[in-house]
């Protein structure tokens, strides 16, 4: 058996190393871990299972607790439980609400990508998220998917609040708009791989966009993160080496999406609060 070459190249002076190195010997800059060991982490039951990544599964986390909650206050207030939560518990915590929205409530174009509206509500996004959210942060890695999941829920929400007056929630925004990044991967890709990608993708695109004719669900939310996450996407690009000055502007821009989905979640808190009293 020939025995894989450890070397590779140091993205600072170009300098060939081995795989081992932290440091590089020649310009003792610092190395991160190559790009595809990123973005490709050992497999979960040899591949049967998608890769659980950090970012995905805390999206996971955070939609369930905001489901457990919800359904708590449904079920104390008697309006519902959690096969079916209550239109007024989802205002209360943050869904899209027209009214509230011309008020200046901005926030809730974050907050309601965060809540659902019964037990198949999140159990088909957690598992299409469980799934997809794995997909794109091996491709993007985690600041660019984090970026494109905010934009694509914000978008989602606010094209569904210019067309739409009904009140509104679900991660749906945010996974149309992983779709649309998956297509623009494709398209930028002019290559046979790129093309089965393109096809695929679109495909779920159509899919999911017929379903959304169904009674009860938001097409223009919808709509909105597909276009969002395409343009992201196609915009982002896959990751370049770690140190780069684009990783850095694409790190700093995930960071912010964070602080800003902090804020909203705060405003949410302090509003539900005050309208209990």
Not at 112 to 137: P, R, T, Y
Not at 166 to 194: E, Y
Request: proline share 5%; glycine share 12%; net charge positive.
């Amino acid at each position: 058996m020939v025995p894989m070459d450890s070397r590779r190249m140091c993205p600072h002076c170009r300098a060939f190393i081995t795989s081992k190195d932290k440091i590089c010997p020649y310009c003792n800059e610092p190395v991160g871990p190559r790009a595809v060991d990123r973005r490709n982490p050992a497999d979960i039951l040899g591949g049967f299972i998608p890769h659980a990544h950090f970012v995905t599964v805390l999206i996971l986390v955070i939609n369930l607790g905001m489901y457990l909650a919800t359904s708590l206050y449904s079920l104390s207030a008697g309006r519902g439980g959690p096969m079916g939560i209550d239109t007024v518990t989802l205002i209360d915590f943050g869904a899209k609400f027209n009214p509230y929205l011309a008020e200046g409530q901005w926030w809730r174009l974050v907050t309601a990508g965060f809540l659902h509206g019964g037990l198949f509500h999140i159990f088909m996004n957690s598992w299409v998220l469980f799934d997809l959210g794995a997909q794109v942060e091996e491709v993007y890695g985690t600041s660019r998917m984090l970026v494109i999941y905010f934009l694509a829920n914000v978008f989602g929400f606010y094209v569904s609040a210019t067309f739409s007056a009904a009140p509104s929630v679900g991660a749906s925004a945010a996974l149309f708009g992983l779709i649309g990044a998956m297509i623009a991967l494709g398209v930028r890709h002019r290559n046979p791989l790129g093309a089965a990608v393109r096809g695929m993708y679109t495909r779920w695109a159509i899919y999911g966009l017929l379903f959304s004719f169904l009674p009860g669900i938001d097409i223009y939310a919808h709509i909105g993160g597909l276009v969002a996450g395409f343009g992201v996407g196609y915009l982002a690009g896959q990751p370049r080496w770690e140190g780069s000055t684009t990783e850095k502007v694409w790190r700093g821009a995930s960071w912010f999406c964070i602080f800003l989905t902090l804020v909203c979640f705060l405003k949410m808190y302090m509003w539900f609060t005050h309208s209990a009293q």
